[in-house]
């Protein structure tokens, strides 16, 4: 799996959006971008992910740029609770669509009132 | 729904106990990881059970490590002769058939004294 590099930490007010970068320059064509995060204490929680298009669920937006070589994922109004630490991960998802998960360091953001 | 359980949530040990570490998936999930993740780390996979299939053990550490899954339900992670080094935080994710999302339990912290 490629690898990412991501900023070691990142602040943010409540209320405000939160947009987390991610490279993956070396991401190849079949590979996804997949986001998870890891309140403090708990276990991961998946995010979102996306391979070219722009994604948008009820957490987070995806942004992956054309040549897919970086990606952002957007929380559009950050509350305390999405202070985490969050995890960019690109992968190939077999045939079989199982496949293990590998973490970096990740972002860690912390939401201030 | 209930999400992934894993019991005990916490586990003080001496070295050179065995421990069993417990985890319950979300029903109908038929795919169960194993994750071990260090304090200030990122995840370690350990073993995969995929429905019927062999499992992937192939990120088991050594032979005191062995993991079991009945069926598509419960799973049991041992560790016989435990060490100092084993202490981390265990995690178990489940995800559905060709379902690319792993949800993850709460994990189980495992202190080897």
């Known amino acids: 799996d490629a690898k990412t590099t991501q900023p070691t930490s990142m602040d943010c007010a409540e209320g405000r959006a939160a947009n987390l970068p991610c490279n993956h320059s070396t991401i190849s064509g079949n590979e996804y971008v997949y986001w998870y995060r890891q309140i403090h204490s708990q276990g991961p929680q998946y995010i979102i992910h996306?391979?070219?298009n722009n994604e948008t669920n009820e957490m987070a937006s995806l942004i992956i740029t054309e040549d897919r070589k970086s990606s952002t994922l957007i929380l559009p109004h950050a509350t305390l609770r999405d202070t985490a630490v969050y995890y960019c991960i690109v992968r190939v998802v077999p045939p079989s669509g199982y496949s293990t998960l590998t973490f970096g360091k990740g972002t860690m953001l912390l939401v201030s009132p | 729904g209930a999400g992934v359980s894993q019991s005990p949530s916490n586990k003080v040990t001496e070295k050179g106990k065995d421990v069993e570490l417990r985890c319950d998936p979300i029903s109908g999930h038929t795919a169960l990881y194993w994750y071990r993740q260090r304090l200030g780390q990122g995840l370690e996979f350990l073993i995969y059970f995929q429905g019927n299939s062999a499992p992937d053990k192939s990120g088991l550490p050594s032979d005191r490590f062995s993991a079991e899954r009945t069926g598509e339900s419960v799973s049991t992670l041992t560790i016989q002769r435990t060490q100092q080094e084993d202490s981390a935080v265990y995690l178990c994710?489940?995800?559905?058939?060709?379902?690319?999302?792993?949800?993850f339990g709460p994990g189980t912290r495992l202190t080897v004294t």
């Open positions: 994710a489940s995800s559905r058939e060709r379902d690319y999302e792993q949800y």
């Open positions: 996306g391979l070219k």
